[in-house]
């Protein structure tokens, strides 16, 4: 199942998966241990609880810890790449039916998965390197037939024009009383290289081998 907005698939390991369908199983999680597994593994990934103090909550008191440490690891890969990908709670659901046991759990996912959805891909970039996004690309070819240091060259010569954006973080200074508070902006940057012919196909040789990287991945 693909993402709604990148075509990118979510691919979680039959492990995780594995954990999850136990997570919805109503014979082995009461309802009270899910919900409070479910919530509290959106608090912890958005570093409002620890792990630690979460294990040791009286919701949790009937779960052996190493299968409750299993379960908040689930929920964890499962959330993560959900919002890494920027899927919605619709492809989520989907991905995700055919090992849940319970479609009422697997709805309430869905619904908090929503609503904790900005907090969490805004973390994400804020926890992420961000090098500049390619958008555009303009190029000019240019005949050189003669240079300052040599009589004739007559080589091509491209003139390539790189159209980028790139999310910048900046703090905002807080006045009295205040905490300090990140805002994200996104601001566009061009990048701009001459090359000759030998380096421009190098250049897409390397851009072909990512693509099949990427693909691979």
Known sequence: VSTQSTGLVMNPSEQVLGSFSTLTDEKAVNNVAFGYILRTSFDILLRQKTEDECLQSDEVSKIEVAL?????????????????????AAALKSRLEDYSKSNSRLE???????EKKPALRK??????????????????????????????IDTALYIINLKT???????????????AEQ???????????????????????????????????
Do not use: M
Not at 165 to 173: G, Q, Y
Not at 201 to 214: E, F, R
């Open 68 to 88: 409750a440490k299993q379960l908040f690891a689930s929920i964890f890969c499962i959330i993560l790449e959900a919002a890494k990908l920027d899927v919605d």
């Open 183 to 217: 805002k994200l902006s996104v601001g566009e940057e061009n990048i701009a290289f001459t090359c000759g012919v030998e380096e421009l196909q190098d250049l897409v040789n390397k851009l072909k081998d990512a693509l099949l990287a990427v693909k691979r991945f």
């Open 165 to 179: 954006e790139k999310i910048n973080l900046s703090e905002k200074t807080p006045t009295s009383g205040e905490s």
């Open 108 to 114: 309430y996912l869905g619904r908090i998965y929503t």
């Open 123 to 152: 973390l994400l970039l804020l926890t992420t390197f961000q090098f500049p996004h390619i958008t555009d690309v303009d190029w000019t070819l240019d005949y050189c037939i003669k240079s300052n240091t040599l009589e004739k």
